[in-house]
């Protein structure tokens, strides 16, 4: 009977490491997604304000989708970890 609850236990434990993991890689991706729509958001605010500066800005705004990009992808390689580990 104790193997059996112990059993029981640790397939209780994956469950919820694999739900957390999941809800990890939903909120970075959902994060991420928000975080690149205020850039883009500011971005076309600031090229319509000042036209002559479209290059710059856009170019900063490639930079700083690159950077949020990549740390979403960490999380969510962090979060797939979780379910192997």
Do not use: H
Not at 41 to 46: K, L, V
Request: charged letters at 10%; hydrophobic letters at 65%.
């Amino acid at each position: 009977m104790f193997t059996l609850s112990t059993i029981l236990l640790a397939i209780d434990s994956i469950a919820i490491s694999q739900a957390a993991a999941g809800f990890g890689a939903a909120f970075a991706a959902f994060a991420a997604a928000m975080g690149i729509g205020k850039i883009g958001t500011s971005a076309m605010e600031s090229i319509a304000r000042q036209p002559e500066a479209a290059g710059d800005i856009r170019s900063n705004m490639i930079v700083a989708a690159a950077l949020i990009e990549g740390v979403a992808f960490f999380a969510i390689v962090v979060c797939f970890l979780i379910l192997f580990v």
